[in-house]
């Protein structure tokens, strides 16, 4: 069954270093998406991206986040200078065209901000 | 503001037991979804729906629009169903989903 791919699993980095969170969505679909959890809390809609460009963003996406699908396959993320805040797990997701479903999750990075 | 709230917060069953976790939402949606989160953090999508009744293996989810509710319904349930179910609404139709905080469900043998 295809599967979304999210590399690394966990990454910890020194606080106000750059992060990039890398995700390998379904290659058919055309939708993309960044979530994220902090730890015991709700989980967040950060982003989606469609057409290589952003569709939508939270007020949580800020100057500090940006996203890119450079090569056509990969959709990243990269926090430029992380605060300990930013600690969470990031998921990413993608679905195929309109009309159809089979919105998929990738298994998440998990991201400590020390 | 759109709230999603998600009763009970925690639920432990006995293998076999019938399963429910309810869903309400503060403003209409486009689409409910029900997502369920392993216990190492994965999420796979179990249901989206905007009316009626879904029904997946043991696993049933209903939505009714009028009282801004929802429910999953597990059968006959495993402890391989133990799992955080989380309820998110699609209010906008763009997937820029309101979630909910989640049921954490024990399924014990």
């Known amino acids: 069954e295809p599967e979304v791919t999210q590399t690394p699993s966990h990454q910890v980095t020194q606080m106000g270093q750059e992060v990039i969170l890398r995700c390998v969505p379904i290659s058919n679909h055309l939708y993309f998406y960044w979530y994220r959890q902090i730890l015991g809390q709700k989980v967040e809609f950060l982003v989606s991206f469609y057409n290589n460009e952003i569709s939508e963003k939270s007020e949580i996406f800020d100057d500090q986040f940006s996203v890119e699908r450079p090569d056509g396959s990969n959709f990243t993320l990269k926090i430029r200078s992380t605060k300990l805040e930013d600690s969470a797990m990031y998921f990413c997701a993608s679905r195929p065209g309109q009309g159809s479903y089979g919105y998929t999750f990738g298994s998440g990075t998990r991201l400590t901000v020390v | 503001k759109n709230e999603v709230e998600q009763s009970p917060q925690n639920l432990t069953a006995q293998e076999g037991e019938f399963i429910t976790i309810n869903c309400s939402y503060s403003?209409?949606?486009?689409?409910l979804h029900w997502l369920q989160q392993h216990p190492g953090g994965g999420i796979v999508s179990l249901f989206m729906l905007s009316s009626g009744k879904k029904k997946h293996g043991r696993l049933i989810a209903t939505i009714n629009i009028q009282e801004k509710h929802s429910s999953l319904h597990i059968t006959a349930s495993h402890p391989r169903d133990s799992a955080v179910y989380i309820c998110a609404d699609d209010f906008s139709g763009t997937y820029k989903y309101i979630f909910g905080t989640g049921t954490r469900l024990k399924v014990l043998a």
């Open positions: 403003v209409g949606i486009s689409a």
